[in-house]
Structures are given as structure tokens and as C-alpha cells.
């Protein structure tokens, strides 16, 4: 077995995407978008959001449409944002799908049931929104949804907050 610095699936220098290289030096927060439905929970680590201020507040992000959080955010048409601390780097790579999760991510963390969706127990500030009925659409490989914010907890957590730059995972105070 050979260790080495580099990751075994990135590829090659030459054919990387430089969209991808640009994005990726853009320093983001971490999140995790979850909803419930059915008794179905789902949950996807969220980089590519924002907040847009106004009468009444948005939540913008950009998700996989082939998630199973699409799926589940579809039916409930409510939202919980969860923004993750530096000790949750873990939750966020499993979330994420790039790391392994015996029982699924919902096991990784305590979990507080909401009207919007689960949100972490630890979770720094978090909060809920309600799908707009236009509130979709195609954008790149993405869908851009749309949410109205209804609900915001500006409660903190001791480890720092968990920002994303150039694939690692950074600290910020």
C-alpha cells in the first residue's frame, strides 16, 4: 500500500475543471440541509447557499437533484438548515456522501425534530424554511431552490465554525 498526499480519485492536473478549481477557492460556510416527510428523514452537507435579506428573508442553495434530500424536500416542502461547527467535520463528510455512515448520517449526531426538519443538537444557528411553490430550477448540474426563511435560532456552540476552502475543511472563530 502506497500513503501518499494526493486524493486516489482526483484526477490529473491538466484535466481538472477550472469552474470547479475557481469555486472551490471561494471560502464557504458548512451546512446541512435536512427535511422530513412520511416518517422519511434526508439530509445533504450544503456549501453553495445564502441568505438573502428581505420582506420575507430567503434561503437560497444549490443541490443535487438526484438527492434523496430533493426527494423528501419535494414532498414536505419545509427546510432545516443546520450550520456545523469545526467538530463536525465528520457529519459533514458523511452527509456529504464521501464518508461512511453504519445506520446513516442521522446516527453521526443528536438530532431535534422541527416543523421545518431535523435540526443537530449542537448545531450552531439553524433555520427553517418553507419551499416556495416557483422556488426551483435548473442551474448548471444543480437545482437552485428557494425557500422562504421562517424561522431563525442564533444559538452557539464552543468549537469555532466549519468553513470549506480548496477541499479542506478550516476553522473559523
Same mark, same amino acid.
Given at each position: ?32 440541509? &435536512? ?9 445533504? &452537507? ?67 425534530? &422541527? ?12 433555520a427553517g424554511g418553507r ?15 428557494e425557500a422562504v426563511l ?5 444559538? &452557539? ?17
Open positions: 500500500m502506497t500513503i501518499h498526499g494526493d486524493h486516489p480519485f482526483l484526477p490529473p492536473e491538466g484535466e481538472r475543471s477550472p469552474v470547479r478549481r475557481f469555486r472551490g477557492r471561494l471560502a464557504t460556510g458548512v451546512t446541512v440541509w &435536512t427535511s422530513a416527510y412520511g416518517g422519511r428523514r434526508a439530509g445533504l &452537507t450544503v456549501s453553495s447557499m445564502m441568505v438573502a435579506d428581505g420582506d420575507p428573508a430567503r434561503l437560497l442553495a444549490l443541490i443535487d437533484p438526484d438527492s434523496d434530500l430533493w426527494e423528501v424536500l419535494a414532498e414536505s416542502e419545509t427546510v432545516a438548515v443546520s450550520v456545523l461547527g469545526y467538530d463536525d467535520r465528520a457529519l459533514a463528510e458523511a452527509f456529504a456522501g464521501v464518508a461512511p455512515a453504519p445506520g446513516g448520517p442521522f446516527r453521526l449526531g443528536s438530532w431535534i425534530e &422541527t416543523e421545518w426538519g431535523p435540526v443537530l443538537d449542537s448545531a450552531y444557528p439553524w419551499l416556495l411553490d416557483d422556488g426551483t430550477r435548473e442551474v448548471g448540474w444543480a437545482l437552485l431552490v421562517e424561522h431563525v435560532d442564533l444559538r &452557539t456552540a464552543d468549537s469555532g465554525y466549519l468553513t470549506h476552502h480548496r477541499a479542506r475543511y478550516h476553522r473559523l472563530d
